[in-house]
């Protein structure tokens, strides 16, 4: 007898992914071609308002690039479309008989140029001061064209010809162009989201600090998203200025046409490909109701404003992927969660667990060798004067008290915080500033917190770490197929197949160690760093991290590992280093090391020893052995 089928009910049929990728598909080439043929529309307000909606969505489309992908929320987007404008009518001013259409790719690339300069002068700011910097920016670009009054014919403006078509084309010419236009900003987003350069993006907007361990240039990418983000916008400004036959320096770089940019993308869905689009077709309708209804100025100002509030309490994802989530609810409402998966079967480990660190102590060139580092925050020195040695082919274990200054020892190897004073040497030569040069020399590190890419599947998260920099690398696929090979077989290595698909954010902690292990491999590195690999995960977790580690060590990976749990370190790491107040009280062989009394005064403490001699049946003399 076979299982009676579950039958496919209209519900199951309308939320089915199929008939809402036809739907959509259906419904935006229905866009694509009332939008393309609104000029048809008798009425001539419509035609203006669209017109302008599209240049909105134009700048939002842009926009997105930065704010949506790379997590840098700019209230500069308006002065692009200006600066664009600007070029254009300065150009025509000089060249009267030539088409101000001709300018646009010029007013483009100068919009790009201008951007690219201002995402190098804002590399090292984020969040609300990055904001402000943008705000600031509109502003100076505002004064100049006041102020250069040679060029720019200050306060007065330009006035650019009127069109030269037959009177017939009406605004047709203008339409079409700004529709071409849109098309190129979505297709150059949809192109860039498939890029290598886009999953950085989104890894910059998710966790900057943790992209640049995994070796990702995040100021070349800032300055790449914003020179891309300003090409368009500045293309639309030159068109947008001919339409109005008007340049002047209040209307062009206005702060309302920034906020509505910055609202047409949180309203559609930050980061989606159509979102901004669909957001700037709603605020433009609004813009022009406030203008004919409310009399425009302040009025404009509390209506955006208080939409911008209310956007951000009640939709803070925005429109699209408000509708995917609730899609998602729907669907998901009879279906079973992956809770109650396990780790994949792993092979019992081949690699002898005697065998293969060798226990003579350091025999090995030093691999990592740190010299006089020094850190304070405030009048704290978290790390005091602190030097030592990893040796190649090591596990080396870093012990100390909570707040001895691990993590920050940590911080400064890997370059995700700057030292006060000292040096680190890798393979003999000194390293350089950057956390992503340092993940291009072959360290790797996890983190105490794991620092997964949350938004991202398990396997995207794979896939990110880079190996070296380069231009070309930047237009690759996000996920090639050599990659994804090797990443599916780290996978499989830490038993986290399973959950290749799966959002890291829905791992346990445990699993997200594993994959963050996973995330560091793929970068190939020669030194491993892991931060309390062991914290806070289960007993067979524990057992399958250090067999990984022994594996890994076994075919040359050096380790450098903070750990808290002694039988972890002691069976597994050779030598230790012992940090108490910042600074390296002790260092050797565990067999030393666990007997030392200055560290079990800093660190293990008189039980530690008490417990392990009742386990060895040994005699209580410490206390006098002590000092
Ligand atoms: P450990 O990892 O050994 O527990 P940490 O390196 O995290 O120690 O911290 C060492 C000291 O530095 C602590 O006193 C901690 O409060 C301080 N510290 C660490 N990071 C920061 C920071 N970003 N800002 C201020 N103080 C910090
Ligand atoms: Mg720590």
């Not at 229905?30 to 043929?37: E, P, R, T």
């Not at 036959?245 to 309302?256: E, L, N």
């Not at 005064?601 to 209580?620: E, F, M, N, P, R």
């Amino acid at each position: 007898m076979s299982s009676p089928a579950t039958p496919v009910t209209l519900r199951d049929r309308l939320l089915s992914e199929r008939t809402w990728k036809i739907g959509s598909r259906v419904l935006l080439v229905v866009a694509a071609v009332v939008l393309l043929l609104f000029p048809l529309s008798p009425s001539a307000s419509a035609q203006n308002t669209i017109i302008l909606a599209l240049v909105l969505a134009i700048g939002a489309s842009g926009l997105n690039i930065i704010t949506g992908y790379a997590g840098y929320l700019s209230l500069s987007q308006g002065a692009f479309l200006g600066i664009g404008a600007y070029i254009t009518a300065v150009l025509t001013r000089v060249a009267p008989d030539v088409s101000p259409f001709v300018w646009m790719p010029l007013s483009g690339i100068g919009a790009a140029l201008i951007a690219m300069l201002l995402a190098l002068v804002t590399y090292r700011s984020r969040g609300p001061s990055f904001v402000i910097i943008t705000i600031a920016f509109l502003f100076l670009v505002q004064f100049v064209a006041i102020e250069w009054t040679e060029v720019t014919n200050g306060s007065a403006g330009i006035t650019l010809p009127l069109p030269d078509w037959p009177r017939e084309l009406r605004n047709w010419p203008f339409h079409l162009v700004l529709c071409v236009l849109l098309a190129l900003s979505v297709l150059m987003s949809w192109a860039i989201r498939r890029t290598k350069f886009g999953t950085g993006l989104i890894a910059i907007r998710e966790d900057e600090g943790k992209a640049g361990t995994i070796g990702i240039n995040a100021p070349i990418y800032k300055v790449l998203a914003f020179g891309l983000s300003a090409v368009f916008v500045g293309m639309a400004g030159s068109v947008y200025g001919y339409y109005l036959s008007f340049v002047d320096p209040i209307g062009m770089f206005s702060i309302i046409i920034c906020v509505q940019m910055v609202l047409a993308v949180i309203l559609g869905g930050r980061g989606t490909l159509f979102g901004p689009v669909l957001g700037a077709f709603l605020i433009e309708p609004l813009n022009a109701l406030a203008n004919n209804s409310f009399g425009g100025g302040n009025a404009r100002l509390v209506l955006f404003g208080g939409l911008l509030v209310l956007l951000v309490v009640l939709l803070p994802q925005g429109i699209i992927p408000g509708i995917r989530r609730l899609l998602e609810k729907a669907r998901s409402r009879d279906a079973v969660g992956l809770s109650g998966a396990r780790l994949d079967p792993r092979p019992a480990v081949v690699v002898d667990r005697t065998a293969v660190a060798p226990r003579s102590s350091e025999p090995a060139r030093p691999l990592l060798e740190v010299r006089g580092l020094h850190k304070s925050f405030g009048g704290n020195h978290a790390v005091d004067d602190c030097s030592f040695t990893v040796p190649e082919g090591s596990i080396t274990a870093l012990i100390g008290p909570n707040g001895s200054g691990k993590t920050t020892v940590f911080n400064l190897i890997s370059g995700t915080m700057a030292a006060d004073a000292g040096t680190v040497l890798f393979d003999g030569t000194e390293l350089s500033r950057n956390s992503w040069s340092r993940a291009h020399r072959g360290i790797g590190r996890t983190f105490q917190i794991t620092r997964l890419f949350r938004e991202m599947t398990v396997l995207e998260n794979l896939v990110a770490p880079l190996r070296d920099f380069s231009f070309r690398q930047l237009g690759l696929g996000a996920v090639s197929g050599t990659e994804a090979a090797k990443a599916e077989e780290l996978l499989a290595f830490v038993g986290m197949s399973a959950y290749r698909d799966a959002p890291a954010s829905s791992l346990s902690y445990g699993q997200q160690k594993l994959v963050e292990l996973a995330q560091v491999l793929m970068l190939d590195p020669k030194l491993i760093m892991l931060d309390e690999p062991a914290g806070g995960i289960n007993p067979t977790l524990i057992a399958r991290m250090g067999d990984l580690i022994r594996e890994l060590n076994a075919e040359g990976t050096t380790f450098l590992l903070v750990e808290h749990n002694m039988p972890f370190v002691l069976e597994l790491c050779d030598p230790i280093r012992v940090l108490a107040k910042g600074r390296v009280i002790a260092e050797g062989p565990p067999e030393l090391i666990q007997k030392d009394p200055v560290v079990l005064d800093a660190y293990l403490g008189d039980d530690y020893l008490l417990d392990q001699q009742s386990k060895t049946g040994g005699v209580a003399v410490v206390k006098g052995a002590r000092r």
